[in-house]
């Protein structure tokens, strides 16, 4: 549950919750605002489990630790891995508020969560040709269309932050082929792939850089946009599950 999926939490039935501090080897939220707890419940009519909080490279931690809970939920026998986050703008198609389905992503962290002796649930090589599944996709498509909720589309580009872009940076991520930047998401995406898990994924664009005057970013202004996208968020997210 990223950036615009904390309204969903209190949907999900059935639920039992751990606090990550009670999980073996489970690493600890430290941001504010971002509650620590595995949920474990119903929604969509389906059995889904939920990480309130989640681990940034930025916070400190490292790509093991960024990536652990996704071990657990393959451990445990996930299917599909629904992400959200937040992130900066770059196409100028788009503006504050947008969800963007995204499409496929680029990483650009300094440490990959696959370095190191490969784990056997995958290949060495994992290929990435279709990291963020299709027919979800499609699927999202429907569903948006049919809600009268506008989805856009694009690649995410996965920085290490915590200092938002400059200007040129945000100028070349783009001249680099994404559509939009942010600090989470691609390390749990590569090790879903690497073990076998589909993903979809939805990006808030929060903020816009790389285009017209250059203009102040801040958490609060992020917080804000979240906040707003968070009811169509929800929807779609839902009925993604639902169907999946
Ligand atoms: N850059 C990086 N991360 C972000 C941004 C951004 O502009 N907005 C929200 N998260």
């Known amino acids: 549950m990223g950036t615009g999926l904390g309204q969903l939490v209190s949907e999900i039935t059935d639920s039992y919750t751990f606090p990550y501090g009670e999980i073996p080897n489970f690493p600890v939220s430290t941001v504010e605002g971002h509650a ?7 929604l969509g009519g389906k059995d889904i489990m939920a990480m309130k909080g989640r681990f940034h490279f930025y916070e400190g931690y490292d790509m093991k630790e960024v990536t652990f809970p996704v071990r657990v939920m393959y451990e445990l026998g996930i299917e599909t891995l629904f992400v ?12 504050i508020g947008d969800l963007m389905v995204i499409n496929d992503h680029i990483n650009f962290f300094p440490e990959h969560p696959l370095h190191g002796k490969n784990f056997p649930t995958g290949p060495r090589f994992p290929d990435m040709h279709e990291a963020y599944d299709r027919k ?20 995410y580009m996965g920085v290490q932050g915590p200092t938002f872009e400059t200007p040129a940076e945000y ?6 082929g ?7 998401t691609v390390p749990e995406v590569i090790v879903a792939r690497h073990c076998g898990i589909k993903v979809f994924g939805i990006s808030i664009i929060t903020d ?14 992020v917080q804000k946009a979240a906040n707003e996208a968070q009811p169509r968020m929800t929807e779609i997210m839902r009925e ?5």
Do not use: C, T
């Open 84 to 95: 959200s986050n937040a992130s900066g703008g770059m196409n100028s198609d788009f503006k």
């Open 208 to 221: 816009l850089g790389g285009f017209d005057a250059p203009v102040e970013v801040s958490h609060e202004e």
């Open 171 to 176: 100028r070349m991520y783009r001249l680099m």
């Open 136 to 155: 979800l996709i499609a699927k999202a498509d429907e569903i948006a269309k049919g809600k009268g909720i506008q989805l856009m589309h694009g690649v």
């Open 36 to 42: 620590g707890k595995l949920i474990f419940g119903k």
């Open 240 to 244: 993604m599950i639902r169907y999946s």
């Open 178 to 184: 994404a559509d939009a930047v942010g600090m989470s």
